[in-house]
């Protein structure tokens, strides 16, 4: 497991500042582990189907960044990851809850595969007219912070 070199603050009761990062929240991590050494089953508690759905209406782009979040939990140093989410999470497609369980199975397989996969199986015949739009409609619906 890599180690990461970052200054963290002192813990203080009631002041708490969110690591704004994937990198201090690694280095957080990493102290945690090291002052607790004998847990083992550490695993990501992820947002990615909490605020994402609104924010990308097709879940299209926001599956393709889950599947390689996922891809990494292992280099993380986790185990696993549990999933916070709204429920309507397969309006208009299931493709993001299938990607995320196809990634957990198969940290190697890329999400363009896991994508076709899906969506010819849903779609049948048309699923390549659907997959663009799908695409398209994840790409100007993209919130941008």
Known sequence: MKRINMDLPEFKR?????????????????RWQDTQPSIHGYMEFGYHFY????????????????????????KA????????QATREYFPTGLGLYSYAETLWDKDKEFDEIANEYL???FGEGWQFVK???QTLSE?????E
Not at 51 to 70: G, H, M, P, Q
Request: aromatic letters at 16%.
């Open 51 to 74: 605020w994402r759905r609104y924010k990308d209406y097709t879940f299209y782009n926001s599956a393709r960044i889950l599947c390689e979040d996922v891809s990494y939990l292992e």
């Open 132 to 134: 663009k739009y799908l």
């Open 14 to 30: 009631n002041d708490i500042n969110w690591p704004m990062s994937a990198a201090e929240n690694l280095a957080f991590l990493r």
């Open 120 to 122: 010819e199986a849903s």
């Open 140 to 144: 100007v619906s993209e919130y941008q």
């Open 77 to 84: 140093g986790l185990e696993g990851m549990i999933s916070c």
